[in-house]
């Protein structure tokens, strides 16, 4: 079964640093990319980036770029999105989903498999 | 703000049929692919249509999709009370450099 792991929810201060995590399983890791989505409380998707596990090759949103970084070990077929300081404005749930098809065709991406989410609650 | 326009809520009766439509511009729907998911409360986003109109494995054909020059519309026929939840419309938008998400629609069986 293919499927998308995340690692579990986190509660952390202002400032501190976050890295949380996706591992993939049932399918060729580095063959996919892997997107990143935030969601607010209460709020709608947003797509903060994409990652290559296989090249590291990766966009950004430009509402992300500089704000978080994409990474993978594919070594244990996981992908990470990494924060260096909080902000109590990134309390949010973030997904990852795997891009449908190995290539990245910007005009026909779509995600087919999605991760179950890990909750981000920044709070001092 | 999501520069693809959702109406935020739609209802109808068991059995019947809704429309959901997602608006842009040419930089977004117009020259490229759309694909709808759907946020069941509590759940992760799913896939359901992919290439304007195409259906992943396993969903159900009472899913539709279609697009039509900057807008683009899901249907569901044989509304089921299961099919309460949020509907997202996505497309790369050339402008931003961003694959970007519509706002969101509420689907609502009465």
């Known amino acids: 079964e293919v499927q998308l792991v995340q690692s579990g929810a986190e509660m952390k201060k202002p400032g501190e640093s976050l890295k949380i995590s996706c591992r993939g399983s049932g399918y060729s890791f580095t063959s996919y990319w892997i997107g990143w989505v935030r969601q607010m409380p209460g709020k709608g998707l947003e797509w903060m980036g994409i990652?290559?596990?296989?090249?590291?090759?990766?966009r950004y949103s430009p509402s992300f770029k500089g704000q978080v970084t994409m990474s993978a070990d594919k070594s244990i077929s996981t992908a990470y999105l990494q924060w260096s300081s909080l902000k109590a404005s990134d309390t949010a749930m973030y997904y990852c989903?795997?891009?449908?098809?190995?290539?990245?065709?910007?005009?026909?991406?779509?995600?087919?498999?999605w991760g179950p989410g890990t909750r981000v609650t920044i709070s001092s | 703000q999501s520069v693809l326009t959702q109406p935020p809520s739609v209802s109808a009766a068991p059995g019947q049929k809704v429309t959901i439509s997602c608006s842009g511009t040419s930089s977004r729907i117009e020259n490229n692919s759309v694909s709808w998911y759907q946020e069941l409360p509590g759940t992760a986003p799913n896939l359901l249509i992919f290439?304007?109109?195409k259906r992943p494995s396993g969903i159900p054909d009472r899913f539709s999709g279609s697009k039509s020059g900057t807008s683009a519309t899901l249907g569901i026929t044989g509304l089921q009370t299961g099919d309460e939840a949020d509907y997202y419309c996505g497309t790369w938008d050339a402008s931003l450099s961003s694959f970007v998400f519509g706002t969101g629609t509420k689907v609502t069986v009465l």
């Open positions: 290439d304007n109109h």
């Open positions: 989903a795997r891009q449908l098809g190995g290539s990245l065709s910007l005009g026909r991406i779509s995600f087919d498999v």
């Open positions: 990652f290559h596990p296989g090249d590291s090759d990766s």
